[in-house]
């Protein structure tokens, strides 16, 4: 139906850990009644980087029938979840050249007034947890889009502990996303689709 | 009435040029429909620094009568406007001492769910205009806000240039906001304003 | 001697966490050979506030003899490491006060070419470590400053975590900082007084 | 001779705007005694995309002999001065995407206490200026390196007025870097250069 708020989880992921992290945000988001898309962005690595790395080449295998991202999916959504590995405090570069694509939507508005959050994960606890999703947010200041975060909103952020989204420590990618990181990653993405369909609500009438 | 959206416009301002801004948000945000509140916070200079300087000391006489903030100030509000000139980059004490009283209502979650955003005035061109915001706006993701920023939404906004919201160059006092700069600040609140009410009606129904 | 680095290490306290990762970089400045100031900021808060909580008014006793910042100990000094809790992902304001009077010191250009350092505490984990010490530096960006972080320059910062400076997860002042956050205060502190006093033999000739 | 600073200058351009101001930065770097390295990252972009834009096209011939910057470019350089255009308040994909591959320098500690700084053009004259900067700060923190801004040192920056590093505002590619610009860029490459020749004795001896 018309109402029905749409989100998109767009997201890279080397080996598999920020995939995770994306379907508990695409579960959540359709627990909350959204329509949702997931997709990744497109590899920029050589096929013998890819290849070199056991963890790298059986992720890419096991998503090989996952859509890759279009401008369009922006345009489409309501809400926007984007998630990436760290790369040195700021998403990777295969996330960045995604919306480096994204100029005619952006010369046309049709990235503005919609919902915009993030998940992220690092090597280490504090290596980029928080600066990869504020410089990310940043980008969606460009685009005109309301960013909304967990803060402190439910009693399992006390735990979690990052107010700016969903982060998880996986320490080089040796250590998959526990319940802790999966909870936050839904609890974000459940409120940006609640929050993208009351704003949408609230637009209509 | 009960719907209408309320508005909290609080600043710091030495010599005026961020009140000027500040009462240039107000006038539209009441033009916007919203029920609005001006307030200043308290001052943390010693009266004799004040009266060294004439500009900080007639300011502080000319605005007199304006209230101070207090937190109930941000717990009324569904839409907080804050506004400060940059101090290296960054919002004056004087605005920060504000916020960090604020403990007990973030604690209760009663920042939470309003729409949040930033004016600011540099000495110099680029001398914390994004920076004073974009570190402003950090604050707000630890209450559970909301952040609504101008983005390129207006044509305007390619002439004001700031996507994070409103700034303008004073010289160190000396150079008053000008219409671009005004202009800028009330399309600022326009947007938070009406993306509050929108944000209010969707979430009441 | 007139060779000798000398640091000034400026904190900001309330219960006494980050008075202890202060003296955790005093003594690793002095260690490393360096002239070492220890100062705290001036408290903002009122008697009463104080005084209704057990831990803060303990900690004010605590450091009653601790001399309160000037202005001179940042011309003094050739490295300069700044410590405080995260209030929102920012310095707390007591912090910030302090730098907004070192006006004069920055007009005349008395605080470049020094070599900048921080570290923090946070109620939770992903709560401003990194935020709290990022936007701190660009206060010394403005200032023309040297900004030397830990890195992984050590194989102890894949357990501490923080490339950005040190920082403790205290969950709200009730848990004393570890030997990890002790000691990536010290690793901190002892990497800005190196390159101080490499700078400074440098820049001498 | 073995003394001399090696600079590394390391750029984006698609139309030519910040290129100009890596001339401008590598002319600066020789005339401070430095040894000198100017080198283009690889184009992301597909060719029908550059030859579609007149502007793209031309300054890709025009490069076409400016050698791809290798990941040993950085290890060679005692000061490493990066430039790209903003894309959203962040470096562009093609300069991350170099930045990205430098994981096994990184883990060997080679790419520590270097000198690093940057410059930056954009569409707009708050439109990410500042926040380009910062956030490829951040990137070298997790380096281990020491970040070296031109701050206030000099008097022309109170023209120029982007304490960060260089910038320019190019309303998207047409307006070329004017001597403001291209003095600030040459005044924060020398300024890194002086640095890192210093640093560099004083670590020497």
């Not at 962005?41 to 279009?70: K, Y």
Request: hydrophobic share 40%; net charge negative.
């Amino acid at each position: 139906m018309d109402g029905q708020v749409k989100v998109a989880v767009i997201y890279y992921s080397a080996t598999g850990i920020t995939y995770q992290m994306a379907r508990s945000a695409v579960e959540a988001a359709e627990e909350a009644g959204a329509d949702v898309r997931l997709r990744k962005v497109r590899e920029l690595a050589p096929d013998e980087a890819i290849r070199s790395n056991s963890g790298w080449q059986a992720h890419r295998l096991e998503t090989q029938d996952v859509m890759e991202a279009e401008p369009d999916d922006l345009s489409w959504a309501d809400v926007v979840i984007m998630g990436s590995p760290t790369r040195y405090g700021m998403i990777a570069a295969q996330l960045k050249q995604f919306i480096d694509t994204t100029g005619p939507l952006w010369a046309n508005g049709a990235l503005a007034d919609k919902v915009y959050t993030g998940f992220t994960s690092t090597a280490t606890s504090h290596g980029g947890q928080e600066a990869t999703l504020l410089s990310l947010y940043t980008i969606f200041y460009h685009w005109g889009g309301v960013v909304v975060t967990p803060g402190y909103t439910d009693p399992s952020q006390f735990v979690a502990g990052n107010p700016y989204g969903a982060s998880h420590t996986s320490n080089n990618g040796e250590v998959a996303p526990d319940h802790v990181a999966l909870a936050a990653t839904a609890l974000t993405a459940k409120r940006a689709a609640l929050m993208g369909a009351a704003l949408k609500r609230g637009m209509a009438g």
